[in-house]
């Protein structure tokens, strides 16, 4: 019987290697992003609560709160993860990395031509976009990553210096593995008065995230634009 109380999240979910396989037991696969099969344990998880919903109706007054509670809760956990327990609200939940990166991106409220630093390490998701923008006109540099900290910052400062208005960086490159030096990264192009957007999708589980990291106090419009648009993917 179905009772007006959602499924609640198992908090402490088996994540044994056995537990994560999602695929028959006679294959292997190696997960690389969001396309790859769902973990069987979030599987259940999300199912468990669709079917619930899918009973009580989701714009009904029961399933609707549930469904909305759920997002705030999600919204809770991501800030708490990256060091803000208190900004749920700067929290915007996107289908996919792909799909953040693309809005945060293409609504890039910055002016017409502008110099936009990125890195060769970004993913095609976020290089993408960033290409588009450039046939759009404005001028988009792709720094190399040579495993050398001093080369990489002495080019986002000679970028900073020619009037950058953004940076999209990874925090850890989806084709190397290296986590790449954003934080100092941030800086300059903060104290250049540009926007920073970074990809956290290989990082977020694997090294700490932490928006302070990115560098306290920020300029308001900085930390406006940066932080109150921060929107993630799974
Ligand atoms: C650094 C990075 N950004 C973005 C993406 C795209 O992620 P999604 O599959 O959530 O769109 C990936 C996928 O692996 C990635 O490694």
Same mark, same amino acid.
């Given at each position: 019987?179905?009772?007006? $109380? ?56 029961? *399933? ?51 110099? $936009? ?19 759009? *006109? ?94 993630? *993917?799974?």
């Amino acid at each position: 019987m179905t009772t007006d $109380i959602a499924p609640l999240i198992d908090e402490r979910p088996d994540t044994t290697p056995a537990a994560l396989q999602a695929l028959r037991g006679d294959s292997l696969y190696f997960n690389v992003a969001g396309s790859g099969p769902t973990f069987p344990v979030a599987q259940r998880s999300a199912e468990r609560f669709r079917t619930w919903l899918n009973e009580v109706g989701m714009f009904g007054h029961v *399933g609707y709160a549930a469904y909305n509670a759920a997002l705030e809760a999600t919204r809770a956990d991501l800030a708490a993860a990256l060091g803000d327990p208190d900004g749920s609200a700067r929290v915007a939940l996107a289908q996919s990395a792909t799909d953040g990166l693309n809005t945060l991106i293409a609504g890039l409220a910055i002016p017409p031509r502008s110099v $936009i630093l990125t890195t060769l390490e970004e993913h095609g998701s976020a290089l993408y976009p960033l290409r588009r923008r450039a046939e759009l *006109g404005d001028d988009l540099r792709e720094i190399g990553w040579h495993r050398d900290p001093d080369r990489f910052l002495e080019e986002i400062r000679s970028g900073s210096r020619d009037g950058a208005r953004a940076l999209v960086i990874s925090l850890v490159s989806c084709k190397t593995g290296d986590v790449l030096p954003v934080r100092e990264a941030c800086r300059i192009a903060r104290e250049a008065g540009a926007i920073s957007i970074v990809d956290a999708a290989q990082a977020l589980g694997q090294v700490r995230v932490d928006v302070d990291d990115l560098g306290d106090p920020w300029p308001q419009m900085a930390a406006r634009a940066a932080r109150d648009r921060r929107i993630l *993917g799974p």
